[in-house]
């Protein structure tokens, strides 16, 4: 009988062993470190602010650079124009007509898109523009027809968005030729408008 109960004993010791010597492995899973991503995401936002900041430099010296570049340009001009003194730019472009008209030609259209962008960049500037024709035609007429020329381009002008009070017009007529010629060739250069600058 003791045996029995012994080898009872001794089956359960063996059991509760082979139960305590044999425990379940646990897995451990391995979460993402949330340290690592916050660290991650913060350089991140230090590139793109560093990125922005540099963006930002580049912009202000190419402004900076247009804005010497267009004062640079400035020149007074001889004789006064109607508001006092005016200046001359080598920035802002003639556009020229044909005989007799006062329709702005495709080409000429272009040359107006880069003058009312580059008013654009300087939205304190005033303009006058000057209508211009050849020396054909009586005085009173071309005082008309450069009249037309000056108002036409005013008018372009303001439909690519500039306002229509910083540009003022005049017409000389064929009184101030850029070309003293008397041939086809001169007249083309002086059938123009010719924008000089007011104030800056």
């Not at 472009?93 to 005989?99: A, E, M, N, S």
């Not at 580059?118 to 054909?136: A, F, N, S, T």
């Not at 450069?146 to 540009?167: F, H, M, P, V, W």
């Amino acid at each position: 009988m003791v045996r029995k109960s012994l080898g009872i004993l001794i089956l359960v010791l063996c059991l509760g062993l082979i139960m305590v010597g044999c425990p379940k492995k646990t897995v451990v899973k391995e979460e993402p470190s949330v340290k690592k991503g916050e660290e991650a995401a913060l350089a991140e936002r230090e590139k793109a602010a560093k990125l922005e900041a540099e963006k930002a430099a580049k912009e202000k010296m190419k402004e900076e650079e247009a804005r010497k570049e267009f004062e640079e340009s400035l020149v007074a001009k001889k004789e006064p124009g109607i508001a006092g003194e005016v200046f001359e730019s080598k920035l802002l472009k003639d556009i020229h007509f044909d005989f007799d008209k006062y329709d702005i030609r495709p080409g000429d259209a272009e040359i107006l898109k880069e003058n009312a962008a580059l008013l654009v960049k300087y939205p304190k500037v005033k303009i006058q523009i000057e209508g211009h024709c050849d020396e054909r035609g009586t005085v009173e007429y071309n005082l008309a027809l450069g009249e037309r020329r000056a108002n036409n381009t005013k008018k372009y002008l303001i439909s690519l968005g500039i306002s229509a009070d910083r540009i003022s017009t005049i017409s000389y007529g064929k009184e101030r030729p850029l070309d003293p010629g008397h041939n086809e060739e001169a007249w083309a250069k002086n059938r123009r408008a010719h924008e000089v600058i007011l104030s800056k």
